[in-house]
């Protein structure tokens, strides 16, 4: 693959059923929340008053991503191979600029509260000068501008070059998902016990593509009505559905 001009383009010609993209998420993020908190090593320990605040916000607010952000945030911290690695991964992603919403002003103090119940205050101070306000920003465009949704489990899942690829209402690429159960604390027992998380993507053509042509997802499940699809395109991605070759 290629990119070029924000599009995923193939180099030769690529037949039925072939893989292009195959790779584990960077960060992947139930519609069960707080389970991701809780299988976190580090916040599980967080004050529950503090990481409530910030889930009744987002919650209240509509927004995920500073949840997702945290996340995030903690995982980099124990990446296998780096904190520096874990970063450069996710800036080589474009990202969107944010509007100023009073929200993520306040999610963002509520994640430096987050993080100063678990360390000593002088490795909070070192750590949030990492985490400024302007790595907030620049995370929430990230997450904004590349998640992708992952039907089976309901999963936010932000991938590399899997993040990477344009909509299309005829994909000629489609999605396989790799799962795995998640562990549930006791505490939690409004949730599924047997509930799946994501755990990494396939990107395989369902077609022969030829060299050059655009490699495209759809970013909507296919049983979704064509209202439901069009409302989800435009609010969620600004996309126009039906200036193109609609077949969903």
């Keep these: 693959l290629t990119p070029h001009r924000c599009r995923r383009r193939a180099v030769a010609d690529i037949g039925t059923g072939e893989a292009v993209v195959d790779q584990k998420p960077i960060v992947a993020v139930s519609r069960y929340v707080y389970t991701d908190l809780d299988a976190d ?25 500073p949840v997702i952000a945290l996340l995030m945030a903690s995982q980099a911290l124990t990446h296998d191979k780096g904190f520096n690695d874990y970063w450069e991964r996710v800036y080589r992603l474009k990202y969107a600029k944010m509007p100023e919403h009073p929200t993520y002003f306040s999610s963002y103090d509520h994640i430096r509260a987050i993080f100063a119940s678990v360390l000593p205050s002088d490795q909070v101070d070192s750590l949030m000068f990492q985490y400024s306000q302007s790595w907030f920003w620049r995370v929430l465009g990230t997450l904004n501008f590349n998640l992708v ?9 932000l991938l590399e070059s899997g993040s990477m690829f344009n909509h299309s209402c005829n994909p000629n690429v489609s999605i396989e998902w790799a799962t795995k159960e998640r562990e549930i604390s006791q505490k939690r027992t409004n949730v599924p016990a047997d509930f799946q ?16 042509e655009e490699l495209c997802i ?16 435009m609010y969620g991605y600004g996309i126009k559905c039906g200036e193109c070759d609609c077949i969903l």
Excluded at 48 to 56: E, F, G, P, R
Excluded at 149 to 157: D, E, F, N, R
Excluded at 197 to 212: Q, Y
């Design 197 to 212: 998380v994501a755990a990494g993507a396939r990107f395989v053509t369902n077609r022969d593509i030829a060299s050059r």
């Design 149 to 157: 949704s992952c039907a089976s489990t309901g999963c936010s899942v």
């Design 41 to 65: 090593p580090l916040l599980c320990n967080a004050d529950q008053d503090a990481v409530s605040a910030l889930l009744d916000l987002c919650q209240n607010s509509g927004l995920k991503h």
């Design 218 to 233: 759809s970013y909507v499940h296919p049983d979704m009505t064509m209202e439901d699809r069009k409302h989800q395109l």
